[in-house]
């Protein structure tokens, strides 16, 4: 090639069109990146991603989210911004916002802010507190937000049940807090004063009276689930010695298709984890339910009641004909959701020290201590609309006392039991992802192979394609 001045020209010519185009496309790129974003998750469980409840959730979310984190935390700022990042890039007009809470603390105190990173989120003019960044809070926050109507329990009182309010350690005051969190109002309800159950009860609970309902209680329980209530029934292991051992709902029993059987759950396993009571129930397995969905955890139940299905529950054939037609119009689709082992019993006998499996008067197991019952009823205001009612009867309710709350899984299987009768199933639980990719093991082989690529291996492939290159220049 001749080198002259045209040539020269046209080279330098060149080599601006080409800087030029090259600008052209790095501004093409960054303009096209800030409108189309693509993101890949290569890790091994996604735990860079959103859970598919999460995005389940988000495309249900019509309005604006406005999220405002109160921190000065460098740190901190970064997690919130990873976290609601993943919101983000699924809906768009969900909005951050950081604000030192050392710059006003005036309205910080008003506000109620008492940890470093809490954050607020507004939706539609309502707004919810969230101390723990998580996927799992900041999800649950998000569905309480945008939920229409509010989930209210209400615990009967009067009978010596256990209070959703009191700190007795068979009281329920620490799972109600929990509740609380969650979003439930909790109330309490003393049938005999108001003679009413309000229409807008989400879920009702009874938690092991003792002592017996009035009959008149006993008929407005009844009415409730005739209307399509749902029930949370709390029982506790029967004492025969008493006049009424089902404190006056045996009546309810008979309607639910359930009884209660004689005498405690004996588990032998307990031993096993350090338990020198023979009275407490470990569940370790579960069946495919709504309720135990995703739900592995060792639960404990002290003290707990069989239940079983009353016997015309079970033979639709006995009977006449008329009472074959009753039967199925209020009967219920009963599932045990909690069962203990093959080698647990129902002790009959007054407990001991040391007790002992009787053929004659226990009961061998596998024992129901928990049982589901649904069944579908016409909506009154929509004819074309089918309503689920929603029942769990359990044999213990000391599993969810201030004492026994803490024990394994027990904690998050009591807000499963209310979430499903509240019909929020679908928002139980994100299950939280194990990084398990973070550690790179290799053996000791793999380990000097890939040292001797990087050592020897890729300096002598730059060494021979450069001698090639300047060979082959050299001989032009």
Same mark, same amino acid.
């Given at each position: 090639m001749d080198i002259n001045s045209h040539s020269t020209q046209s080279l330098k010519w060149q080599n601006i069109l080409f800087a030029i185009q090259f600008l052209i496309i790095i501004g093409l790129l960054a303009f096209l990146s800030n409108r189309y974003v693509y993101l890949a998750d290569w890790t091994a469980n996604n735990q860079n991603s959103l859970n598919e409840i999460s995005l389940q959730l988000l495309k249900t979310i019509e309005a604006p989210v406005e999220i405002?984190?109160? @921190? +000065?935390?460098?740190?901190?700022? =970064?997690?919130?911004?990873?976290?609601?990042?993943?919101? /983000?890039?699924?809906?768009?007009?969900?909005?951050?916002?950081?604000?030192?809470?050392? @710059?006003?603390?005036?309205? #910080?105190?008003?506000?109620?802010?008492?940890?470093?990173?809490?954050?607020?989120?507004?939706? =539609?003019?309502? =707004?919810?507190?969230?101390? %723990?960044?998580?996927? =799992?809070?900041?999800?649950?926050?998000?569905?309480?937000?945008?939920?229409?109507?509010?989930?209210? #329990?209400? &615990?009967?009182?009067?009978?010596?049940?256990? +209070?959703?309010?009191?700190?007795?350690?068979?009281?329920l005051k620490t799972f109600s807090h929990h509740l609380e969190k969650q979003g439930f109002l909790i109330d309490t309800l003393n049938l005999a004063k108001t003679m009413r159950i309000p229409g807008n009860v989400s879920v009702l609970v009874i938690a092991g009276p003792q002592a017996a309902f009035l009959p008149g209680e006993v008929r407005l329980i009844i009415d409730y689930i005739n209307s399509g209530g749902n029930l949370l029934w709390l029982g506790e292991p029967l004492r025969i010695t008493q006049n009424q051992p089902m404190h006056g709902l045996l009546p309810l029993a008979e309607l639910l298709g359930i009884e209660f059987l004689d005498g405690v759950v004996v588990d032998p396993t307990t031993e096993q984890y350090g338990i020198s009571r023979p009275d407490y129930a470990i569940i370790t397995e579960y069946p495919r339910h709504p309720v135990n969905n995703g739900f592995s955890t060792v639960t404990l139940y002290p003290q707990a009641a069989g239940i079983e299905r009353l016997p015309y529950y079970l033979d639709d054939n006995k009977g006449s004909e008329q009472s074959q037609s009753s039967s199925r119009k209020q009967a219920f689709d009963i599932?045990? $959701?909690?069962?203990? !082992?093959?080698?647990?019993?129902? %002790?009959?006998?007054?407990?001991?020290?040391?007790?002992?499996?009787?053929?004659?008067?226990?009961?061998?197991?596998? !024992?129901?201590?928990?049982?589901?019952?649904?069944? /579908?009823?016409?909506?009154?205001?929509?004819?074309?609309?089918?309503?689920? /009612?929603? !029942?769990?009867?359990?044999?213990?309710?000391? &599993?969810?006392?201030?004492?026994?709350?803490?024990?394994?899984?027990?904690?998050?299987?009591? *807000?499963?039991? $209310?979430?499903?009768? +509240?019909?929020?199933?679908? $928002?139980?639980? #994100?299950?939280?992802?194990?990084?398990?990719?973070?550690?790179?093991? *290799?053996?000791?082989? *793999?380990?000097?192979?890939?040292?001797?690529?990087?050592?020897?291996?890729?300096?002598?492939?730059?060494?021979? +394609?450069?001698?090639?290159?300047? &060979?082959?220049?050299?001989?032009r």
């Open positions: 405002i984190s109160y @921190t +000065s935390n460098t740190a901190i700022k =970064q997690s919130v911004r990873e976290l609601v990042g993943r919101y /983000q890039h699924i809906k768009s007009d969900i909005s951050l916002k950081f604000i030192n809470p050392n @710059t006003n603390p005036d309205d #910080i105190r008003s506000l109620n802010i008492v940890v470093d990173g809490e954050m607020i989120i507004h939706y =539609q003019g309502r =707004q919810e507190h969230l101390t %723990e960044l998580s996927e =799992q809070d900041l999800s649950n926050t998000l569905h309480r937000l945008m939920r229409a109507k509010e989930r209210k #329990i209400l &615990f009967i009182q009067g009978h010596g049940e256990r +209070s959703p309010n009191h700190e007795a350690n068979f009281d599932v045990p $959701f909690l069962t203990t !082992i093959e080698r647990s019993w129902v %002790e009959t006998s007054p407990l001991k020290e040391q007790v002992h499996y009787s053929e004659l008067l226990d009961i061998i197991g596998p !024992i129901n201590i928990g049982m589901v019952l649904s069944r /579908q009823l016409a909506n009154e205001f929509k004819s074309n609309k089918v309503k689920e /009612q929603r !029942i769990i009867v359990m044999g213990d309710g000391d &599993f969810l006392s201030n004492t026994f709350l803490g024990n394994a899984g027990n904690l998050d299987m009591g *807000m499963n039991i $209310f979430n499903w009768l +509240s019909h929020d199933e679908q $928002f139980i639980a #994100i299950p939280t992802r194990v990084k398990d990719d973070v550690i790179l093991d *290799m053996s000791p082989v *793999m380990l000097s192979l890939l040292g001797a690529f990087f050592l020897f291996l890729v300096p002598a492939i730059l060494i021979l +394609s450069g001698s090639i290159i300047w &060979f082959k220049r050299r001989n």
